[in-house]
């Protein structure tokens, strides 16, 4: 039988999982230069802005780069860990040195899962509505190109057919189990954290 605790952990992983993705989608919105008028990247902005408008009073962008949506990532990947570890009754006070390296793991994961999806969506967009006008495709393309471009760069021209985007997956999830699954091995991340990775 399923208990109340398990049932809010996973409530709260669910809705905060969601936030921390659009926290994260606005950090690397502007890291990828994408279309802010675009209005998915509105929804976006407006989904974030209450809680950003005080921390960029304390936090400045540095090189274009803006570090207050990404330490709000890190914050809310933070206070979820926390929240799940007390709801199952671990000592929250045990954990709080490593909390901060375990949510750093977490937004990492994250992030390099944003780019592998985004690369399978624009995989199939391009091949059911190339050249789409759509708002969602468009944020897609402009979220993949910065990974897509090295790749295209170095492999030859085939005739119109892409490979960019299979060695772009190869890099992504070569990273992820080396770098990703080493370092939540090594600092003994909890099961129950894994639903953040």
């Known amino acids: 039988m399923i208990g109340l605790n398990t049932a809010l952990i996973y409530v709260l992983q669910t809705l905060g999982s969601l936030y921390l993705l659009i926290v994260l989608l606005r950090f690397i919105l502007q890291l990828v230069r994408a279309d802010f008028y675009n209005p998915l990247s509105q929804f976006v902005l407006k989904a974030t802005q209450p809680l950003l408008r005080s921390l960029r009073r304390i936090v400045p962008g540095f090189g274009g780069l803006d570090l207050a949506s990404l330490l709000l990532a890190i914050l809310v990947q933070m206070l979820l860990m926390l929240v799940t570890l007390a709801l199952m009754g671990y000592g929250v006070a045990g954990f709080l040195p490593n909390v901060l390296v375990w949510s750093l793991i977490g937004v990492t994961s994250l992030f390099l899962k944003v780019f592998f999806f985004a690369l399978i969506v624009s995989v199939i967009l391009s091949w059911v509505a190339p050249g789409s006008y759509n708002p969602g495709a468009q944020l897609i393309n ?11 760069r170095i492999l030859p021209n085939l005739g119109g057919l892409d490979l960019s985007p299979i060695f772009a997956f190869i890099a992504l999830n070569l990273l ?3 770098v990703i699954g080493n370092l939540a091995a090594m600092t003994q991340m909890p099961k129950i954290l894994s639903p953040f990775m």
């Open 176 to 178: 992820d189990m080396l």
């Open 142 to 152: 402009q979220i993949c190109e910065p990974l897509l471009s090295p790749f295209r």
